[in-house]
Nanobody
C-alpha cells in the first residue's frame, strides 16, 4: 500500500506564498507524470499543475488560472513532489493533493489545506 503525505499548507493573505510538499512511500522514479490537484469547497477535484517526463526530459503544464504563479517540481531521489505557489489569491483556497496523472486511487493522501484570505 502506497503512503502519500502532503504538507506545507496554511492560512496566508492574498499575495503571499506557500510551498507544498508531497512524499511518497515508494519510488516515483518510474512514474512519468505526476501532478497537484485542488479541491475547492463545493467543487470537484481539478488538476492545477503537472510534470511529465517525455524522452527523459521533464515538461510542466499548468491550469490557466495558476500559470505564471505556481511552479511544480519533483525530486526522484527523495520520492517527492513540490508546488511553489506565489501571489496567492482567494480563489486558490482549497485542499491540495498530489497524485499521478491521470490519478490513481492508490495515491490519494489526506491533502493539505490552503486558505487564502483577501
Amino acid at each position: 500500500q502506497v503512503q502519500v503525505q502532503e504538507s506545507g499548507g496554511g492560512l496566508v493573505q492574498a499575495g503571499g506564498s506557500l510551498r507544498l510538499s508531497c512524499t511518497v512511500s515508494g519510488s516515483i522514479s518510474g512514474i512519468d507524470s505526476m501532478g497537484w490537484y485542488r479541491q475547492a469547497p463545493g467543487n470537484q477535484r481539478e488538476l492545477v499543475a503537472r510534470i511529465e517526463r517525455i524522452d527523459n526530459t521533464y515538461f510542466e503544464a499548468y491550469e490557466v488560472s495558476v500559470k505564471g504563479r505556481f511552479t511544480i517540481s519533483r525530486d526522484n531521489a527523495k520520492n517527492a513532489l513540490y508546488l511553489q505557489m506565489n501571489n496567492l489569491k482567494p480563489d486558490d483556497t482549497g485542499v491540495y493533493y498530489c497524485n499521478l496523472v491521470p490519478w490513481d486511487n492508490n495515491y490519494w493522501g489526506q491533502g493539505t489545506q490552503v486558505t487564502v484570505s483577501s
